[in-house]
């Protein structure tokens, strides 16, 4: 168990859809990513926030959002649903962020979305 | 541009057949090199951190070395329950502040170990 909690585990809906996936990081982690995985896919970086603010930004389409709220959980928002949308999303979570460090990735288990 | 590749895409093995995968990179000022380990349908399990040229790790049946240009994973007399797909990531140094703190995944080698 890494620390790193994401609800739901899955998620079914249709195209054109909007869906909310959230993530807890480990306690005292001030940073947060997100990737997507599609199958038989490596990671696709989306996005990361450290301490509240957007620090690095990957393949996000315009379609997705993020924020990270004061308690440090964050929330990735995903509308108008397509079928290429389907895939297992992935939120970690490190000590640091910033310039300086090395930022030790710990992942949580995953929010499997379908789109139908 | 910071760039991961890993090889062999899949291997498969006899247990206790030993072997290495390996980590090649691309990277402006390597910060650190990182192992995971991801089962399917799972979150990548981190394994290893390695810093610096020489620098050699070890966990259970995993050794991970690392040189200027390429990592290695050692997997020694492996189990079936070491099956997984294992990532190599970097992190690089950088002017910009906005890449900083990226990390680059490489697809990744699925390992599997027959009994």
């Known amino acids: 168990d890494s620390g790193v909690t994401q609800t739901p585990k899955h998620l079914i809906t249709a195209t054109g859809q909007r869906v909310t996936l959230r993530c807890s990081p480990r306690?005292?982690?001030?940073?947060v990513y997100w990737y997507q995985q599609s199958l038989d896919q490596g990671l696709q970086f989306l996005i990361q926030?450290?301490?509240?603010?957007?620090?690095a930004k990957g393949n996000i389409l315009e379609r997705f959002s993020a924020q990270q709220f004061p308690d440090l959980h964050s929330e990735l928002n995903l509308s108008s649903l397509e079928l290429g949308d389907s895939a297992l999303y992935f939120c970690?979570?490190?000590?640091?962020?910033?310039?300086?460090?090395?930022?030790?990735?710990?992942f949580g288990p995953g929010t499997r979305l379908t789109v139908l | 541009e910071d760039q991961v590749t890993q090889s062999p895409e899949a291997l498969r093995l006899q247990e206790g057949e030993s072997s290495s995968l390996n980590c090649s990179y691309t990277?402006?000022?390597?910060?650190?090199l990182f192992w995971y380990r991801q089962d399917p349908g799972k979150g990548p399990e981190f394994l290893f951190t390695?810093?610096?040229a020489g620098e050699e790790k070890e966990k259970e049946r995993l050794k991970a070395t690392l040189t200027k240009k390429e990592s290695f994973l050692h997997i020694t007399a492996p189990k079936p329950e070491d099956s997984a797909t294992y990532l190599c990531?970097?992190?690089?140094?950088?002017?910009?502040?906005?890449?900083?703190?990226?990390?680059?995944f490489g697809s990744g080698t699925r390992l599997s170990i027959r009994p």
């Open positions: 970690a979570s490190s000590a640091k962020g910033g310039l300086a460090g090395v930022n030790e990735q710990f």
């Open positions: 306690s005292g982690d001030l940073s």
């Open positions: 926030y450290y301490n509240g603010e957007e620090r």
């Open positions: 990277v402006s000022g390597l910060r650190g």
């Open positions: 390695l810093y610096s």
């Open positions: 990531a970097v992190q690089g140094s950088s002017l910009g502040y906005s890449s900083a703190s990226k990390i680059i």
